[in-house]
């Protein structure tokens, strides 16, 4: 504790000091002194909380156990939720810069490359895909995919020109709505998407139709409660499903170059879009897959280059990895 603190007074004193006369410098020293605050407070809360104990309101006149409030935004509180308020108002603020190819957006855009063969291909050798649609513009006819944290549609729209139906999920009505209108521009997709405003604990809580795949893509360092995260997506689907997943290792290189040369030196992404803290450490995802049920088929390291704004499969997945899962038959 006290050297997280001696961290911060030094690096205050350095911001001040001629040494540090750069706008990077300057905005890497802010940000590693925001984060040693924000880990130095959770950590102080964390000592003064008991565990298994909640605060209740005396003087409320409810003596109903399943009784929750809800925020503004309508989803409930008082129970275990992936949703976080922060997180969601970060990309509701993107809403109008999804479908910019050359806005804050960009990287994700170019994502779809990899991710879009990377679904293609995993269904593929899961044997999901008919095999006389293999070799067809349209390999995912007949299967129904759930894109959860889909904001604008970008991955929801090239998944459907390959035939799937696909349902996209955005906790931000602001993005649901932008895709809508996106998709509703062509009519070779329109009637293959739907999008929905909630959370995947809240879609899935009455699901009839299970799905022949489950993606989360660039999601799990955005939400809460990772580990329900991954068993909902397991409840969603049918028996031989596939779960996608790309996200950020939590490591010192991904505090480096996710956070610090992608959003403050290179300014890829606006400042304060990821929280290292949030980051989903590659091994501990792959054993909450294990616990969940599911068997692991491929991890794989992927790299951007923001000079060609393109990524590439790497073996390293010190940064960026992207993992598929199978729900057993």
Same mark, same amino acid.
């Given at each position: 504790m006290k050297i997280m603190k001696g961290h911060v007074t030094t690096l205050a004193f350095l911001q001040r000091s001629k040494f540090f006369i750069t706008p990077a410098i300057h905005n890497f020293c802010r940000f590693y002194s925001n984060t040693i605050e924000k880990q130095t407070q959770?950590?102080?809360?964390?000592?003064?909380?008991?565990? *298994?104990? %909640?605060? *209740?309101?005396?003087?409320?006149?409810?003596?109903?156990?399943?009784?929750?409030?809800?925020?503004?935004?309508? @989803?409930?509180?008082?129970?275990?939720?992936?949703?976080?308020? %922060?997180?969601?108002?970060?990309?509701? &603020?993107?809403?109008?810069?999804?479908?910019?190819?050359?806005?804050?957006?960009?990287?994700?855009? &170019?994502?779809?490359?990899?991710?879009?063969?990377?679904?293609?291909?995993?269904?593929?050798?899961?044997?999901?895909?008919?095999? %006389?649609?293999?070799?067809?513009?349209?390999?995912?006819?007949?299967?129904?995919?759930?894109?959860?944290?889909?904001? #604008?549609?970008?991955?929801?729209?090239?998944?459907?020109?390959? #035939?799937?139906?696909?349902? #996209?999920?955005?906790?931000?009505? %602001?993005?649901? &709505?932008?895709?809508?209108?996106?998709?509703?521009?062509?009519?070779?997709?329109?009637?293959?998407?739907?999008?929905?405003? #909630?959370?995947?604990?809240? *879609?899935?809580?009455?699901?009839?139709d299970h799905y022949d795949a489950v993606v989360a893509s660039e999601i799990l360092e955005h939400i809460e409660a990772t580990d329900l995260f991954v068993k909902t997506c397991f409840d969603a689907l049918k028996p031989g499903g596939s779960f996608f997943v790309t996200t950020i290792n939590k490591t010192t290189v991904s505090w480096l170059g996710g956070i610090l040369i992608a959003e403050y030196a290179l300014r890829l992404l606006p400042v304060g879009t990821h929280d290292w803290n949030r980051f989903v450490p590659r091994q501990e995802l792959l054993f909450m897959l294990e616990k969940n049920g599911f068997a692991t088929r491929l991890v794989h390291g992927m790299a951007y280059n923001p000079l060609a704004s393109?990524?590439?499969?790497?073996?390293?997945?010190?940064?960026?990895?992207?993992? @598929?899962?199978?729900?057993?038959?």
């Open positions: 959770r950590t102080e809360q964390s000592s003064r909380t008991l565990p *298994h104990t %909640e605060d *209740h309101d005396t003087s409320s006149s409810s003596s109903s156990s399943d009784d929750s409030s809800s925020d503004s935004d309508g @989803h409930e509180q008082g129970r275990e939720s992936t949703y976080i308020e %922060e997180e969601v108002s970060k990309f509701r &603020a993107m809403a109008n810069m999804w479908w910019d190819p050359k806005g804050d957006a960009k990287p994700l855009h &170019a994502l779809n490359r990899l991710r879009v063969s990377l679904i293609r291909d995993g269904l593929i050798h899961s044997k999901s895909v008919d095999p %006389e649609q293999v070799g067809g513009p349209k390999p995912l006819a007949g299967l129904k995919i759930l894109d959860v944290g889909c904001g #604008g549609g970008i991955l929801c729209e090239p998944l459907a020109r390959l #035939g799937a139906s696909v349902d #996209g999920l955005d906790a931000a009505e %602001e993005n649901v &709505a932008v895709a809508s209108l996106h998709a509703n521009r062509d009519a070779r997709i329109r009637n293959n998407i739907n999008y929905i405003c #909630g959370t995947v604990e809240e *879609h899935t809580k009455s699901l009839k393109d990524w590439l499969w790497i073996k390293s997945s010190s940064i960026n990895y992207a993992v @598929h899962a199978v729900k057993p038959a």
